[in-house]
């Protein structure tokens, strides 16, 4: 019937209300004084002692009221304690029953036990006037109003109905909606009061969820008003605010903070500019601001209705990441340098300007080369390396200065570009300035090596010179001063374009060749010492151009290797001279040189299996011959492949020993067999005591650790006389005992040399 007063509103709002019952005790005691004087009026008028009960009735209830209202007071219960309320509501209602009663039994008793007239108006009037202090006072209280009217209402109809007359039947009806109304209309008052309760309540439990969305924001928010002022900020804006300027901004004009950011100088004037533009113009937009400290904001503006809410966000983190990613894909991770593509991005855009300008300006493109970086790497190991290419960088950034865009090709190469118009001689000293700076050794984590570099530049006036035109032309130039000996710089001229197209010529050239089996063999005689007998032969490939007549394998051989084409001719080189050494003494060997880049390949071993399995040629009457420079390059390949050929009994020989590294650590690492030591030690032992000294060493180095030592390039019999006498050399191979022949002359001279073999070959002198 009704919903309890305590379930229908928030606890604060119940107890407030129980307490308003209890609260105004002079009110209750004027009430009770009216009700007590007008019922002893009424029982004077009547004479009827019931009335005096009834006032007795009015002074006792009121008297326990009055007590109970103190006690209230005292009692002091809290805000929220509903329970305590309750207890007190139950009482009130206790209380208000009694009264009602007594009220209405006044009202009863001048209906029906006297018969007066003033008596019935004074006990309705005065009845009537307390219900609607009652129900305007306790309309909050739903259970305790209803049973009030309820006694009052059925008690006063009663005695109206029990006077039996038609005027009173008509006020029992008539007053019995009219007391009903009262409800209701405590009920709507309670019902305006609740929805301003609870309206008050979501006010403030909405107020309490934007604060603590504000509060919890990733983003700085501040709202202005239609004045411009800041009307609303959360603590991060607050703090972002901090950070731009120093002050007390909430209540201020948003201009006033703006100027004082720009003026402090935290915020750009430009950036400043625009944001104060967006707000005026009251669109929706996003800003995006670099402070000067370095951090960054996004700033977005959306104004509705005259106000304009900042949103302020932190995108320091993100510009950061973004920087990052940038940076990883345009610089190179080891030396921090630009990367082949972020130089190419720059430099053809500077071209492209260089084009259009038409000036008589040159574009100069250098590439440095570190010389040997393979050796470094594969005997110092990779973080040395690494360390040697970062500080390499570091050298050439100090050496180049600003006006030149540095990047790192890859590998141990770097590349510089120059647009700004300058002299070949100008360009010349900045090579020169650029070798200079690897003169001082490095000292690479305690470790003292000297590296230089080879350089290669292009100074270009030609407009039509591209990028890749002009890195083909530096790279020709690079390429000149390596096989001129490295660690100098050269300059590109139009000759090595020419010899550039020359080898190009001959690329396609010997591709044809080689199909068509164009290249031919020579063996050059490998000598005992002791003996003077052939012991074995070298097989050397030659190439006799129709046009361009003999073409020397110093030529032919690295362009083989360059376009791929060199496992061809290592293939046919093989299957040709263990076939022909098959004709040979038993005792004689045939010797085949070989790549680095046959290693890397890695069939070498399937091709020697091959051709001895063709030829028929017991495994021992072969030796593979290997550079010191391809053992460098393919190291780790050539350690499995000569363990596969010398566990078969193949020989293998380390070529032109003492022009590389003369490294011996190779030389323990690898089953060598034998050591050929480079002509280049032979040609002065005759005028300088000290190179035949050097021989003698090199020459029982290798005896040392058990090979077989050929001397290389012995083309007089000088030469040959202190070989014998001062070295512990076993073989001897060189003009003096034969030319590299073609196959039938070369076993003549073997047959010959079996024959006699003391006998020298002297007619033989030419080459073959
Ligand atoms: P190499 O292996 O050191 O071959 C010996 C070279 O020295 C030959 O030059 C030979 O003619 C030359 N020579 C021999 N005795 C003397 C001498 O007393 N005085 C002088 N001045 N030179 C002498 P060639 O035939 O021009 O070969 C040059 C290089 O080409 C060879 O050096 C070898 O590295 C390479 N080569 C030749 N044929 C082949 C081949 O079939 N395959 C591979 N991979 N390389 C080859
Ligand atoms: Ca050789
Ligand atoms: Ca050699």
């Known amino acids: 019937m009704f919903t309890p007063a305590r379930k229908s509103m928030p606890a604060i709002d119940y107890v407030s209300i129980v307490r308003s ?21 009424t029982g004077y008028l009547t004479g009827s002692l019931i009335f005096y009960a009834i006032a007795a009735g009015f002074v006792i209830s009121a008297t326990f009221r009055y007590i109970d209202m103190t006690r209230f007071k005292n009692a002091n219960i809290g805000q929220t304690d509903v329970d305590a309320a309750a207890r007190w509501e139950v009482r009130a209602t206790y209380h208000a029953a009694i009264f009602a009663f007594l009220a209405s039994f006044w009202c009863f008793s001048s209906f029906v036990f006297v018969n007066s007239p003033f008596a019935e108006l004074l006990s309705m009037s005065t009845t009537v006037a307390c219900m609607v202090g009652i129900v305007t006072r306790n309309f909050g209280l739903d259970r305790l109003l209803t049973i009030q009217l309820a006694i009052a209402v059925t008690l006063i109809m009663v005695g ?59 983003h700085g928010l501040c709202m202005l008003d239609e004045n411009g002022i800041i009307a609303l900020v959360n603590d991060r804006a607050l703090a972002t605010f901090a950070e731009f ?16 950011a720009t003026s402090v100088g935290t915020l750009p004037r430009a950036a400043a500019d625009e944001l104060l533009r967006d707000n005026e113009q009251q669109t929706s937009s996003k800003v995006i601001l670099q402070l000067t400290n370095d951090r960054h904001y996004e700033v977005t503006t959306s104004s509705r209705q005259s106000r304009t809410v900042l949103l302020f966000e ?35 855009a500077d071209l492209k300007r260089w084009r259009q300008s038409k000036t008589k300006d040159m574009a100069t493109l250098m590439i440095i080369d570190v010389d040997d970086f393979k050796h470094v790497n594969d005997t110092q190991g990779h973080l040395i390396g690494d360390r040697l290419l970062i500080e390499s960088a570091e050298r050439l950034k100090h050496a180049l200065g600003e006006k030149s865009i540095l990047a790192r090709l890859g590998g141990d190469e770097f590349i510089v570009y120059r647009g700004a118009a300058e002299t070949e001689e100008q360009v010349m000293n900045d090579a020169q300035t650029v070798l200079a700076a690897f003169r001082a050794p490095f000292d690479l984590f305690g470790e003292h090596l000297s590296v230089n570099v080879s350089v290669g530049i292009v100074s270009s006036s030609h407009h039509d010179d591209d990028l890749s035109m002009l890195m083909t032309k530096a790279d020709l130039a690079l390429y000149k001063s390596k096989s001129q000996g490295k660690a100098q710089s050269q300059m590109f001229h139009d000759d090595m374009d020419v010899e550039y197209r020359y ?32 012991v074995g032969c070298e097989a050397l490939a030659r190439w006799h151009h129709p046009e361009l007549g003999t073409i020397p394998p110093s030529v032919f051989i690295p362009i083989a290797e360059e376009s791929g084409l060199i496992s061809e001719i290592s293939r046919w080189v093989l299957m040709t ?22 290693l890397r390949s890695g069939d070498v071993a399937q091709m020697v299996g091959t051709a001895l399995a063709s030829s028929g040629l017991p495994p021992r009457r072969l030796e593979i011959e290997v550079t010191e420079t391809a053992v460098i390059e393919e190291r780790e390949a050539a350690g499995v492949i000569f363990k596969t050929l010398t566990a078969q009994g193949i020989g293998i020989a380390l070529d032109d020993f003492g022009t590389g590294y003369s490294s011996l650590s190779y030389l323990q690492a690898l089953p060598f067999t034998k050591l050929k030591i480079d002509r280049s030690f ?83 002198r030419k080459r073959g």
């Open 577 to 598: 001279a263990t076939a022909e050494c098959q004709n040979w003494p038993d005792e004689v060997h045939v010797a085949v040189n070989i790549s680095a880049k046959d």
């Open 245 to 260: 300027a120093p002050g007390e901004w909430e209540g201020k004009p948003f201009v006033e903070f703006i100027a004082a």
């Open 503 to 534: 080898r190009q010529r001959l690329k396609t050239e010997l591709r044809e060749t080689i199909a068509n089996g164009g290249l031919t063999l020579a063996y050059q005689p490998v000598i005992d010492l002791k003996s003077r007998r052939v």
């Open 314 to 348: 932190d995108i320091t983190e993100r510009v950061k990441a973004a920087e990052r990613i940038t940076f990883m894909a345009r610089y190179d991770a080891l030396t921090g340098l630009p990367n082949r593509g972020y130089f190419t991005e720059r430099v053809e």
């Open 160 to 218: 109206l109905l029990l006077k039996n007359d038609g005027y009173h039947w008509f006020l029992a009806f008539t007053l019995f909606p009219i007391l009903i109304a009262f409800r209701f209309l405590a009920a709507d008052v309670r019902a305006i009061l609740l929805s301003a309760v609870h309206g008050r309540v979501e006010a403030s439990r909405l107020a309490e969820e934007l604060d603590a969305a504000l509060d919890t924001m990733q």
């Open 21 to 41: 019952v209890y609260n105004d005790r002079r009110a209750m005691v004027v009430g009770a004084f009216a009700c007590v004087l007008c019922t002893c009026v």
């Open 682 to 764: 032979m040609m002065d032992i005759v005028n300088n005591p000290k190179s035949l000294k050097l021989l003698a060493n090199v020459a029982r180095l290798g005896k040392d650790i058990g090979l077989t030592v050929t001397g290389e390039g012995i083309e007089t019999e000088e030469q040959l006389a202190l070989v014998a006498a001062h070295t512990e050399i076993d073989q001897i191979q060189g003009y003096l005992f034969g030319v590299p022949l073609p196959r039938r002359d070369v076993f003549e001279l073997i047959v010959r040399l079996s024959a006699a073999p003391s006998a020298v070959a002297e007619p033989k």
